[in-house]
């Protein structure tokens, strides 16, 4: 479980688009990172609307912000051209990433217990560790928090 004041870990991931990032090549910059059970449901589109819609008041500050779920880069594509997304999305089809920040945990609906991504962001600083983290994120405002502790970190 990472915590804050530690090393964010690292990772290589295939992006929306094509290509690949690593968040070692994003030294030096504020990452969010931000993860999301699915694309295309509610709530993570709502997210990922709040996020693009903030994108720029972020890049001013030096951020670059990424979202990460289990969805397939074509899904991803799909997802980002269905609701005109600009933000970076990630997919961690094997689950690497989301086990090593401890967001894929069981969850519980109707009395039915899964594994699932628990919607999570981290920000990262510049130095590459942990600076906050938010678990089990409620979307409504959330992009407005984080980009409050983007200006302040």
Request: proline fraction near 3%; glycine fraction near 8%; aromatic fraction near 8%.
């Amino acid at each position: 479980m990472t915590d804050i004041g530690q090393d964010a870990p690292d990772f290589t991931l295939p992006r929306d688009g094509d290509g690949m990032v690593s968040l070692s090549d994003l030294k030096g910059k504020k990452v969010v990172l931000f993860f999301y059970p699915k694309d295309d449901t509610s709530g993570c589109t709502k997210e990922a609307i709040a996020f693009t819609d903030h994108l720029a008041a972020f890049e001013a500050q030096g951020a670059v912000v990424l979202g990460v779920s289990k969805d397939s880069v074509k899904k991803h594509n799909k997802f980002r051209d269905k609701h005109n997304l600009k933000v970076i999305l990630l997919s961690d089809e094997e689950n690497d990433v989301c086990e090593r920040y401890g967001t894929w945990v069981e969850k519980q609906m109707y009395g039915k217990k899964y594994m699932g991504i628990e919607r999570s962001t981290f920000l990262i600083g510049a130095d590459g560790k942990i600076a906050q983290i938010w678990r089990k994120v409620k979307v409504p405002g959330h992009a407005e928090a984080v980009l409050d502790a983007v200006k302040s970190a």
